[in-house]
């Protein structure tokens, strides 16, 4: 017998879930994923409008952050084994790391942090973060059971993944450094579903506000939902959904969702 697992997982990065409340809620109306993972909500956790969801048939677990960062897991099971951090010696100040079960599928969604410019400290950051995001798989996950990790990634994997590869080249979303941290979380046992079902070019999940990004369709594929290879083999369908980036007041990303079979 297959895995019990969720159906339907999506990742967004809101951008302020306060700013966003009622265009999440519409989505999950609309598409109606088992788990929705949240990046950037910007609130604590005691400041969440939890009670919206709730309505909605959602339940919420949050690490939350005023301001910035933030994160929420919104589900139709109450999920398990609930980790907020990593599970090492460092201090993390920052709320970028959530991790829960939902039968036998573990979910892991982050918000790696951007690291504003090559070389300073805050790209120093990122690269720590993502060597301690390496080692927590290591240590405390198995590549040959069905996991999730997904989220707000802040790197394009390939020149495919970026309208301007040239000119993005040595900035801290394609630089090599972070492509070879892609990479190594590939090499643990991950896969990038997106790619299962898409090959072409010029498929982006996050445009910036200025400039007129979005209607030149001028960004980057930066939101990844990535899977251990048991479970790649049962996911169906990938889609960026660029309709619910458009319009007064969207975030800067779109969400992704991915669908899942429970047979095979």
């Known amino acids: 017998m297959p895995a019990s697992i969720p159906t339907s997982l999506a990742s967004w990065n809101v951008n302020s879930i306060r700013a966003r409340k009622d265009r999440t809620l519409a989505w999950l109306e609309t598409y109606q994923p088992e788990v929705l993972c949240l ?3 910007k609130v604590t956790d005691d400041a969440f409008p939890r009670a919206d969801f709730e309505a909605l048939g959602y339940h919420v677990t949050t690490c939350g952050q005023k301001t910035y960062n933030g994160m929420a897991l919104l589900s139709r099971t109450e999920p398990s084994d609930v980790i907020r951090r990593f599970d090492d010696d460092d201090a993390e100040p920052e709320a970028r790391f959530l991790s829960a079960r939902f039968a036998d599928l573990q979910i892991i969604c982050v918000y790696v942090p951007n690291g504003q410019v090559v070389g300073s400290d ?3 950051y990122k690269l720590a973060w993502l060597d301690r995001l390496q080692r927590h798989l290591e240590r405390h996950c198995d590549p040959d059971q069905p996991l999730v990790l997904c989220g707000d990634l802040n790197i394009a994997p390939e020149d495919r993944d970026v309208c301007e590869p040239a000119a993005w080249a040595e900035t801290v979303l394609c630089e090599p450094g972070v492509r070879d941290a892609f ?3 590939c090499g643990w046992g991950l896969v990038d579903t997106f790619r299962l079902h898409h090959d ?3 498929l982006y999940s996050w445009w910036d506000y200025r400039q007129l990004a979005f209607q030149k369709n ?3 594929r ?3 939902i990535l899977v251990t290879r048991t479970l790649s083999r049962r996911c169906t369908r990938v889609q960026i959904d660029r309709q619910a980036r458009k319009g007064k007041g969207a975030s800067d990303h779109a969400p992704v969702l991915a669908t899942f079979s429970n047979e095979g």
Do not use: M, S
Request: charged share 40%; glycine share 6%; proline share 0%.
């Open 39 to 41: 990046q950037e909500t």
């Open 222 to 224: 930066i939101d990844h």
């Open 183 to 185: 990479r190594r979380l």
């Open 122 to 124: 805050k790209y120093a």
């Open 200 to 202: 072409a070019e010029k």
């Open 218 to 220: 001028q960004g980057l």
